[in-house]
């Protein structure tokens, strides 16, 4: 059966996150994916695409007045990206603490960007700082029929 959550909240809050194009070529799509897995998190929506510069300037719409705005964008779009949708019980906040800091040098070992990171602008991965702009980037990213809902057999040894 399909479940559509009525609200993003509790077990059913939905995080944005985003392979950027180094973590891509870095062949790190993987081992982030087995690291959201193994905590226990729900994969609901997933693709792999060389994103466009109008979708990457709205994405980043909060930054537009920064320096690095434009080398920001830029390189977002100069490979593939792989976008996806997770589910969970505090997963928005969460999958940050996963991520680590913007800057991988400030990321503890452990996380994404600080086990596999060094500069700031190649930190491998996005992740949506919180449920509004989660809610905001999932729009922007997915169409709603590419959104999965599926049951989760294991969710009862997840949540309890
Ligand atoms: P995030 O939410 O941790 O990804 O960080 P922000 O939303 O503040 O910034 C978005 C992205 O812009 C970061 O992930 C970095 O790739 C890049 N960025 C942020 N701050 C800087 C900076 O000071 N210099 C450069 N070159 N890039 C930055
Ligand atoms: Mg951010």
Redesign the pocket.
Known sequence: AHIFPSAWTGINERTFLAIKPDGHQRRLVGEIIRRFERKGYHLVAMKMIQASEELLKKH?IE?RD?P?YE??VKYMGSGPVVAMVWQGLDVVKTARMM?G??NPADSLPGTIRGDFGVD??R?II??S?SRESAQREITLWFQPHEIVCWQDNAEKWINE
């Open positions: 980043y930054l920064r690095f080398r920001l991520l800091e913007t700031i602008s930190n996005h992740g700082d």
